[in-house]
């Protein structure tokens, strides 16, 4: 997937960046990925990318491109895929309220394999940041439905106040769908995960009182006396939640089945209550994090590893990859703002001279994980990198 251009800034370097890398007339199966940042007229550069380029065009506001790193400079990014053997099929959800679930996302995933024509090998999933996606109650069906395929994507992010996020979609803009993109053919994808964050404190509260992802009780006391025992008062966390989510290992019950998550604490109701990520069942163990430069460092390392790994193991095949994707925490940015872009650095010293890279700073991270068993199994994550190569 060639990369057309990184910033930019008007109609006329657009235009350029088209003509120069010959990209008016792509061939068949071509789509464009275009990320832009929440305070650029990206509706106005959305219509001229879709009135030069035949082509669909998806993506969404991003605080900056993880290959890149340069918050001060990013303003949008292009990115043209184009693979003659491999096949996609793009599909568009109805709105989303409180009375979205299964139902809509068996219509949407039906959609999306009706324009695609072919078996899945992998999708691609865009969100909107909307309360209800807090919880599981989307992804889990989508997870469901696609069941050994993998699904790559995760949240648009905006700056901390969510006010000026969007879907991008054939030339319009969307707050309250989802974008489900399905590839097939000649597609072999494989991931790299990281995924770490420091935890200060030994000790390990338990839930005793949860509905879905909203949190009322830990060892039986509110949010607010818990905090006032960890030496955090409950305004100083809101005054912390409004800048960055803070990182929270999430221990299942005991016999559960279910493996240990990470997930984001974001924000408190009006009566006190903790908001997560996902949801968080009664009886869990909490393990409140700090996402650290380090934990950034060593958790890109991590998911570099897997990814070059997979990818020198299917190129013995013979299979060529000329794309790699990425989506990482908006809590990872914040954190490389003040360390000098650590990860971008990283990112960009691994990816082979003859693959593209494109990614975007997500809310909510979506990329398969190993189980123990070496099997993988579509997840949400939270302060992770994903990586996707195909």
Known sequence: MPILHSGLADEHTLDACIDSGGFATPGDGAFAIFTASPDTPFDGMLSRIQGRLPIRVIGGTSLGNPFEG??????????????????????LSGRLDDYTGADAMRRLYQR?????GCRPKLF?????IVPELYTDHLLDPLFALAGETPVFGGMVSDESAAENFALFLDGKTYRDRIVLVGFGGDVEPVFGLGC?????????PIV?????NIVSLIDGVSIAEYMTKIDLDSERLREI??????????????????????VSLVGLTDGGDAVFTADVPNGSHLHLGVLSRDDVRESTEMALRELLDAMREKEQNGYHFSTILAVSCVARYYVMVASDWIEAKQLRAAVPPDV???GSYVFGEICPRRTAAGALVNAKHSQSLGLCAF
């Open 196 to 204: 770490q964050v420091t935890t200060p404190h030994s000790f390990a």
């Open 70 to 91: 340069n918050a001060d400079e990013f303003i949008s990014l292009l990115g043209i895929f184009e693979q003659p053997r491999c096949k996609v099929g793009i599909a």
């Open 356 to 358: 593209s890279a494109l």
């Open 241 to 262: 939640l409004t800048e960055m989510p803070m990182p929270v290992r999430v221990h299942p019950p005991a016999g559960s089945g279910e493996s240990q998550k990470l």
């Open 112 to 116: 999306c394999l009706d324009d695609l």
């Open 124 to 128: 691609l999933a865009i969100l909107p």
């Open 208 to 212: 005793t009182c949860a509905r879905r």
